[in-house]
Nanobody, 121 residues
Framework: QVQLVESGGGLVQPGGSLRLSCAAS????????MGWYRQAPGTQRDLVAT???????NYADSVKGRFTISRDNARNTMYLQMNTLQPDDTAVYYC???????????????WGQGTQVTVSS
């Protein structure tokens, strides 16, 4: 069994910061790409940022310069540092990991349960 657990969400005022974490645990052979996605009520789930095993990053235009994605491969953990938060950043944030549970397995995507981020005064 593989689990992805997000933490670090909460309520923050506009202009504030939060740091999200995503910890992967269970029967994991290797983790490849990881990413953060978000979904606001009534909208589709959108990409926020992704990071490869080697550390190459990609960001949605709306968060470039404000959010930073990183990962600790030794700890199977990914982070999202979010600065200068705005009300439009309010959403449930999900982490995703593409991983193999066995050396011979086909990599597949696993999702966390999500963590709520609310930006409001």
């Amino acid at each position: 069994q593989v689990q992805l657990v997000e933490s670090g969400g909460g309520l923050v005022q506009p202009g504030g910061s939060l740091r999200l974490s995503c910890a992967a645990s269970g029967s994991i052979f290797s983790i490849y790409d990881m990413g953060w996605y978000r979904q606001a009520p009534g909208t589709q789930r959108d990409l926020v940022a992704t990071i490869t095993f080697g550390g190459t990053t990609n960001y949605a235009d709306s968060v470039k310069g404000r959010f930073t994605i990183s990962r600790d491969n030794a700890r199977n953990t990914m982070y999202l540092q979010m600065n200068t938060l705005q009300p439009d950043d309010t959403a449930v944030y999900y982490c995703k990991a593409n991983l193999k549970i066995r050396s011979y397995a086909i990599p597949r995507d696993y999702w966390g349960q999500g963590t709520q981020v609310t930006v409001s005064s």
